[in-house]
């Protein structure tokens, strides 16, 4: 499952630093989640924004569901599962009951982790790994305001969506998240 970046062997990069915590330790505290590699290939820009923003390596959101329906954030031209960046101080599931509701204003109860993805992201020779843990949540409050998210991010909708667009970054995860 995922994307494969040709010319990056993720075996043969130089270490990264060490998630905060380590994705054993989430699995011990939770217990059995989907277990998820992919490589994203990223210009220059994009690759330099996520990892000065990655500094504990983690990366969290959450899938919430609402009568069958899948909540979904538009962003950058794509569907996504609400999350962000783990912030110091913060408890993987406490960063992402906050991502969900700074982006969708939807208040969360945090059940579960669902799924810990490795991701690899690359741009030319250079390459550093990163954890994104996706947690199963239950919505306290179901109604979006009319203008999501926080001031300066680009989310143009938040969206309960029954059938999971074609657009949704990692489509292959949140369906097998949804089937489980």
């Not at 590699?37 to 924004?49: C, I, M, P, Q």
């Not at 306290?140 to 909708?157: H, Q, Y």
């Amino acid at each position: 499952m995922g994307d494969h970046v040709h010319g990056s062997d993720p075996d043969t990069l130089p270490p990264d630093p060490a998630p905060d915590p380590p994705p054993d330790a989430l699995l011990d505290r939770y217990g059995d989640a989907i277990r998820n590699e992919n490589a994203v290939e990223l210009d220059a820009e994009a690759f330099e924004s996520i990892r000065s923003r990655a500094e504990r390596g983690w990366g969290v959101g959450a899938l919430v569901v609402h009568e069958s329906r899948a909540l979904l954030v538009r962003q950058d031209g794509g569907w996504f599962l609400p999350g962000g960046m783990l912030e110091p101080g913060e408890t993987p599931a406490e960063g992402a009951s906050r991502e969900v509701r700074e982006e969708t204003g939807i208040e969360v109860e945090i059940d579960g982790l669902a799924a810990i993805s490795e991701q690899t992201f690359v741009s030319g020779a250079e390459a550093f790994r990163f954890y994104f843990a996706t947690f199963d949540a239950t919505p306290a409050t179901t109604e979006p305001p009319e203008d999501p998210g926080l001031d300066g991010e680009d989310i143009r909708a938040v969206e309960w969506r029954e059938a999971i667009p074609a657009d949704t970054y990692d489509r292959d995860l949140v369906l097998a998240l949804l089937d489980r």
